[in-house]
């Protein structure tokens, strides 16, 4: 599942509706709302997100603290103007990736993958197979 926190319903209607094209389910809240439901939602309902795409919103830093303190996901900031000192404020506060819109889905997806990549989250030995597999790519 991808969280789609903008401040904008068309913004995050458009990206929730691209997700779903491509077979991936996705939510969209507001800044404050989502304050609110990622503090209070269940350990369980926050592990099952694989990314957090932060639009615009007041507080985009504040937003990607929350999200570390309750989530190893992927965390990635959509900008409309991109700046040097916006990107790197960003990146400093706990931000994996900094894209500029309009962005195709298909390239967040990718993202996503890369730092799950990195973060280790995908395991590389398959020695320790079981009947079960879990894919978390939705």
């Known amino acids: 599942m991808i969280v789609i926190v903008d401040d904008r319903d068309i913004v995050t209607d458009a990206f929730r ?14 800044a404050g709302d989502f304050e609110g439901w990622v503090e209070a939602a269940a350990g369980e309902d926050v592990m099952a997100i694989n990314a957090f795409l932060i639009g615009q919103c007041q507080r ?15 965390v990635i900031a959509m900008n409309d103007y991109k700046t040097l000192a916006t990107t ?35 395991r590389q030995d398959h020695e320790h197979e079981t009947a079960i597999r879990v894919f978390r790519d939705g």
């Open 17 to 30: 509706s691209s997700f779903d094209r491509e077979g991936i389910s996705a939510v969209g809240f507001s």
């Open 60 to 74: 985009p830093g504040a937003l990607a603290r929350v999200i570390r303190r309750r989530s190893t996901a992927a």
């Open 88 to 122: 790197l404020e960003l990146f400093a506060v706990g931000v994996d990736d900094v894209v500029s819109k309009p962005c195709h889905v298909r390239e967040i997806l990718a993202r996503i993958e890369a730092i799950s990549r990195r973060a280790g989250l995908e």
